[in-house]
Structure formats: C-alpha cells, structure tokens
C-alpha cells in the first residue's frame, strides 16, 4: 500500500485557519470513512485529534477540524495558536486489515 | 488514564533480532485491537502491522512479513513484536498504540516510543 499524499508544509499567522489535505485513492480515503489525523510533537507520543473523519475525542479543541471529499481528506485548524505547530500525520483504513499513514505535514505558526 | 509503555529498544547487528514489549494500563486490553507503528529517522509514520483481541489475527504491512510476529498476553496486558533479520531500514522509533473494538478503527492512544537502530 502506498502512503497518502500531504503537503510537506502549512503555515499560518496566529488566529488564521489553515487547511491540510491527505490525498488517497479509491481504495482507502475514497472507500472508507476511517479517516484519522494526529499531532506529533518529536519526542512526545502522536496524539489523535480526529477520527472517523470528522469526529473529534473529547479534550481536542473545536478548533480542530475534519472532512472528506472524495479521496481527499482535510484538516482545518480555525483561530491558529502558536502551541498548533506541529506535525500533522493523517491515516486511513485501506482494506485487507490494513493501515496507511500520510508522509505528514509540517505545521508552522508564524 | 490509558498508558502504553514500550520498552526493549536498542542497538542491534544487521541480521539479529529483537523483541519489543509494550505495557499496557488504564483500559480493559484484551477488548481491544493493538498496533505497531514506526517512525525511521526523518521520515514520516509507517503502519507495521496489527493483533486481534484474542490473538487469532495478525496483519503486517508487506516490507516485515515474514521477519516480524506480533504476539499479544492479556493477561499481563502486554503486547509484543518480535524482529527478525533486522537491516538498516527497520532503524526507527516503534510505537505501540490502541486500535479499535473493531478492525477498522485507528490507533487513538500511543506510547512514547522506543528506538530500534541496525547498525553493524
């Protein structure tokens, strides 16, 4: 299985919205709506911010986030703060028990 | 409060092998799916495969079947791997992390990750 494609980079000024895309095919992101998106600071454990595309744990802010459209998912993050900037990695269940990451987008808070 | 700890890392010849442990805490373990992922120095999350709830059903992403075996104790709350016939390319950060009560959920909680490196 190939990873999903994201954007290498995000930048945004405190309090804008920005948006980061992960692009599938039909066979995992378009097929399925077991779409996740994590925060990973190095060295710290990724943390889920949301899951089933659009469903977000309790404790992450409303200012997270998530869609589908096809075989793009998105990541909005609305009102940035500077404690956002971090790696963003999506994830999709891709059939056959399987699980594909995206290559993971480095988020920038100007 | 979930907690996942990995233990077992460390430096490791071309070709040997290692078994990573992960202990789990904080949730009723053998109701869930448990993963494998890692990260290689610079490079972005790779899915290394996944463990049913009673053991009955293990996946692996292509690149480690055949050399890696997930194992799982839920009666000591442990989940494992086995590495064999390691290479420079399975040098990363694995992390044990919390699948679903269902397969095609993903991971929501991780551990913090222990370093594996091949390195002659």
């Known amino acids: 299985q190939s990873a999903l494609t994201q954007p290498p980079s995000a930048s945004g000024s405190p309090g804008q919205s920005v948006t980061i895309s992960c692009t599938g095919t039909s066979s995992d992101v378009g097929a399925y709506t077991y779409v996740s998106w994590y925060q990973y600071h190095p060295g710290k454990a990724p943390k889920l911010m949301i899951y089933e595309v659009s469903e977000r744990p309790s404790g992450v802010p409303d200012r997270f986030s998530g869609s589908k459209s096809g075989n793009t998912a998105s990541l909005t993050v609305s009102g940035l703060q500077a404690e956002d900037e971090a790696d963003y990695y999506c994830s999709s269940y891709a059939g056959g028990n399987t699980l594909v990451f995206g290559g993971g987008t480095k988020l920038t808070v100007l | 409060e979930v907690q996942l700890v990995e233990s077992g890392g460390g430096l490791v010849q071309p070709g040997g092998s290692l078994r990573l442990s992960c202990a789990a805490s904080?949730?009723?373990?053998?109701?869930?799916?448990m993963n494998w992922v890692r990260q290689a120095p610079g490079k972005g999350l790779e899915w290394v495969g996944k463990?049913?709830?009673?053991?009955?059903?293990?996946y692996y992403v292509e690149s480690v079947k055949g050399r890696f075996t997930i194992s799982r104790d839920n009666a000591k709350n442990s989940l494992y791997v086995q590495m064999n016939s390691l290479s420079a390319e399975d040098t990363a950060v694995y992390y044990c992390?919390?699948?679903?009560?269902?397969?095609?959920?993903?991971?929501?909680?991780w551990g913090q990750g222990t370093l594996v490196t091949v390195s002659s």
């Open positions: 992390a919390r699948g679903g009560v269902t397969r095609y959920k993903g991971p929501d909680y």
């Open positions: 904080g949730f009723t373990f053998s109701s869930y799916w």
């Open positions: 463990i049913k709830q009673d053991g009955s059903e293990k």
